[in-house]
């Protein structure tokens, strides 16, 4: 196992960070802490590819606006939240959208289609993800300890306690 997880470890990490990665960053983190992976290479995979996603999306809405308001039709609710974040509080949504699962990846999407500058979103988007990424990385790392007691301890009950969160936490984002 430990021969997958160094061979294809940053990979994933990559394609996971490429979307959002959040819980790929924790688990990598996590595995650096058990020394199956290194946690500066996790927190770089994760934050370039992050980075990268997020410029991806943005350039899609600003170059091909009617698919990207077709992706954007099927999340009516959270879409009026990210226009709303995005007058409210201006550029510095780009930082918190980094954080807040279900938004995170229509921000880029309705920025672009907004005028707002490529430039300065670049720019944001670019100390953003440095934030989110060493801040997670280095907590989960710093918690690692923690996860894997636990996680030896209560194999079942862990999967569940993770269960019910994922399942409360989407039950109020679609609610809200």
Request: contains cysteine; hydrophobic residues 50%; proline residues 1%.
């Amino acid at each position: 196992m430990e021969d997958i997880i160094n061979q294809w470890g940053y990979l994933a990490l990559f394609l996971y960070s490429f979307g959002g990665g959040f819980v790929g960053l924790v688990v990598a983190s996590v595995l650096a802490y058990s020394g199956d992976l290194n946690i500066y290479v996790c927190i770089i995979v994760a934050a370039s590819s992050n980075f990268l996603g997020d410029q991806f999306l943005f350039y899609m809405a600003r170059t091909n606006k009617n698919y990207a308001k077709d992706i954007m039709k099927k999340h009516g609710r959270k879409v009026a939240l990210a226009h709303l974040w995005m007058r409210k509080y201006g550029s510095p949504v780009v930082f918190l959208q980094k954080y807040v699962y279900g938004i995170k990846t229509l921000i880029p999407l309705a920025m672009g289609l907004t005028k707002y500058s490529f430039k300065k979103f670049t720019i944001f988007n670019f100390f953003a993800t440095i934030l989110w990424s060493v801040v997670v990385g280095y907590i989960s790392y710093k918690l690692g300890e923690v996860v894997l007691t636990y996680a030896d301890d209560y194999k079942y009950y862990g999967v569940a306690i993770i269960l019910a969160i994922v399942l409360t936490v989407t039950y109020y984002l679609k609610k809200i």
